[in-house]
């Protein structure tokens, strides 16, 4: 029953500067950071702002199994991380999970009630799915199938 949330993958905190981040979380001991592949591999897209989304830029370091990732919305363009951190300031934007087929898994969680904002596949149909679960979990939550190269 625990499907499709069996495997944690990230945490995804929303940050105002990518640099000054990076930077601390390396002075700790955390890194090395790279840059997330970029999102026009993304060939079905239904997200909120588009521009908004093609705006973010995230960065990912692995702390054993999980990965931390750290988004900065663009001040240019409207999308859900940048009214996060209006309203919120810096932190825990969504948690994610990694599924063997995210088709199938967004057809679970919808069965269960849970409305996905926004989702993105590549051609391969690894991508990902956003839920509108802030009121319910207090987080977003997030169900994605890795591409492998």
């Known amino acids: 029953m625990s499907y499709p949330f069996e495997k944690f993958h990230h945490i995804c905190i929303a ?12 002075s700790i001991g955390i890194g090395p950071w790279k840059e997330y592949p970029p999102l026009t591999q993304y060939t079905e897209l239904d997200v909120p702002g588009m521009e908004g989304f093609m705006g973010l ?17 663009c001040d240019e363009y409207d999308s859900p991380q940048k009214r996060f951190l209006e309203e919120h300031g810096e932190g825990v934007y969504h948690i994610g999970f990694v599924v063997d087929d995210v088709n199938d898994g967004e057809k679970v969680c919808e069965e269960r009630g849970m409305k996905t904002f926004s989702r993105g596949r590549r051609p391969d149909q690894s991508g990902f799915n956003y ?14 199938k890795t591409h492998h190269e």
């Open 131 to 144: 839920f509108d679960t802030q009121d319910e979990a207090g987080v977003i939550m997030l169900i994605r």
């Open 57 to 73: 830029r995230y960065v990912e370091a692995l702390v054993g199994d999980v990965e931390i990732q750290l988004v900065q919305p």
């Open 15 to 26: 940050v105002r500067s990518i640099e000054e981040k990076v930077k601390y979380f390396e």
